[in-house]
């Protein structure tokens, strides 16, 4: 089938990831993405930074995908792209506009994600991943590149901020900042995957053993400094942010990343709340569609596709105290707006 893999609902590519070893077939690895190019302020790709030519295409149930939405949330870039929510619930062609009227994006007026990897490469081989940005006119994918977008959207969509916006990825901090997020992304964003999708007992005790190294690591970090980079949020934050708020309602359980629950690290847990109740994060998280997907999804890891009813999201709206720490979340920038008419997080999905 174009734009899919034949190892089921995703493809091996998948920025979600599962891929093979959902399946039971072979150890995880999660691909490059495919389709990389840029949307920059010069458009050297061919992708010119444009509003309203771009659709952002993101499961709220992914974290890949969550890095893009509080970005863009963060960045003010809600009248520059428009946005594009899936079900979370994916059949055999894999993410699916069945939450919009007709069960079609009103935008780009298809049914299927892959409708726009297709338009981009008929009979690409790989995986239908989120976040995806697509260009309108053509309905065409541009990008893949969950890597990369977040920071294009944090330096090549400058002209395009909100009034107030935070510098997200701090010219000075860079070279640090790549080197945090190399370590979060190897051992914890990803590697909660290489424990849940292990397909041997040493491949799990590996995979765990570095989540718990590096969230150790972390926790230390944060013990006397209120972000990952000092006194504001960056994009180091953002990427750790979107596996910790899913760390006990699913990693724990689902993927076996059991040696303790976030919950029960004070530094780790008081960080994770500060984060949710920052305007642009909590408000773009949605934890029904987050335990539905992981537990309906993955067959391989889940076969009832039964969705248990805890944990007990009440916690996420507790004080944290990390105010006392100082710092101020959005540096010489302001906090975003509510999220627009629409887009907010039904009842079922908040605390």
Request: glycine letters at 10%; proline letters at 7%; aromatic letters at 10%.
């Amino acid at each position: 089938m174009a734009a899919m893999s034949t190892t089921g609902p995703y493809g091996a590519g998948d920025a979600d990831g599962a891929g093979n070893a959902a399946y039971g077939r072979k150890p995880f690895k999660r691909s490059r993405s495919h389709f990389a190019d840029r949307v920059t302020a010069d458009g050297r790709d061919g992708w010119p930074v444009e509003a309203g030519r771009y659709r952002l295409v993101v499961s709220r149930a992914c974290p890949w995908a969550g890095r893009a939405l509080i970005s863009w949330r963060l960045l003010g870039l809600e009248d520059a792209i428009s946005l594009a929510v899936t079900d979370p619930i994916q059949d055999d062609r894999s993410w699916r506009f069945t939450l919009d009227p007709g069960g079609r994006d009103p935008v780009l007026a298809i049914r299927y994600l892959s409708e726009a990897y297709d338009a981009r490469e008929s009979g690409y081989p790989g995986g239908v991943s989120v976040p995806a940005l697509v260009d309108v006119p053509t309905k065409r994918l541009v990008t893949n590149d969950y890597q990369r977008l977040t920071l294009d959207f944090a330096t090549e969509w400058r002209a395009l901020h909100r009034d107030g916006a935070p510098d997200l990825y701090p010219r000075a901090l860079r070279e640090e900042t790549d080197e945090v997020m190399e370590g979060v992304y190897r051992d914890v964003n990803n590697g909660v995957y290489r424990a849940g999708f292990a397909t041997t007992q040493e491949e799990y005790e590996d995979a765990f053993r570095a989540v718990f190294r590096r969230l150790a690591t972390v926790s230390e970090r944060l013990a006397g400094r209120r972000y990952l980079m000092g006194d504001s949020i960056t994009e180091a934050d953002i990427r750790l942010f979107t596996t910790l708020v899913r760390f006990d309602a699913v990693y724990h359980g689902h993927f076996k990343c059991n040696a303790y629950k976030l919950a029960e690290d004070p530094v780790l847990w008081a960080y994770a709340r500060d984060l949710y109740q920052t305007p642009g994060f909590g408000d773009t998280v949605d934890f029904d569609h987050i335990k539905r997907h992981y537990y309906q999804v993955h067959t391989g890891v889940n076969p009832t596709g039964i969705v248990p009813l805890g944990p007990d999201l009440s916690g996420w709206l507790a004080p944290h105290r990390r105010q006392e720490l100082g710092g101020r979340p959005f540096g010489d920038g302001t906090p975003p707006g509510p999220p627009p008419a629409g887009e907010e997080i039904p009842a079922a999905g908040r605390p």
